[in-house]
C-alpha cells in the first residue's frame, strides 16, 4: 500500500500494490503520480480536494475519506490472501 510520498517512491514502486493520494497535496504533483502509477499499473485511488493528511477540512467529509480507504484496502489485502 503506497500513501504519501507517493511521488518520491514512484521509481520503487511494485504493480502489486495500491497507492492512495489526494489532489490537494501541496507537496506532490498530482499529473506525475497519475502517469507514473499508470505507467506501472499500480492502481491510485485519487481523492479530490485532499491534502497530505487525506482531509478536506469537512470533518465529515474526512470520515467518509477514511472510511473508503479502508475499504479500498481491506478488498485489496482481501484479494492477496486468496
Known amino acids: 500500500m503506497y500513501f ?4 518520491a517512491a514512484l521509481p520503487d514502486l511494485d504493480p ?4 492512495f493520494h489526494g489532489t490537494a497535496d501541496s507537496g506532490a504533483r498530482t499529473e506525475l ?5 499508470r505507467r ?3 492502481p491510485l485511488h485519487l481523492t479530490e480536494n485532499a491534502d497530505h493528511s487525506m482531509e478536506t477540512g ?4 474526512d470520515i467518509t475519506i ?6 479500498q484496502t481491506d ?4 484479494q492477496r490472501c486468496i
Not at 502489486?16 to 497507492?19: H, P, R, T, V
Not at 503520480?33 to 502509477?37: K, L, S, V
Not at 469537512?58 to 467529509?61: A, E, F, K, P
Not at 477514511?66 to 475499504?71: D, F, K, P, S, V
Open 40 to 42: 506501472l499499473g499500480v
Open 4 to 7: 504519501t510520498p507517493i511521488e
Open 75 to 78: 478488498r485489496w489485502m482481501r
Open 66 to 71: 477514511l472510511h473508503t480507504i479502508l475499504e
Open 33 to 37: 503520480i497519475t502517469e507514473g502509477c
Open 16 to 19: 502489486a500494490g495500491i497507492a
Open 58 to 61: 469537512d470533518v465529515l467529509r
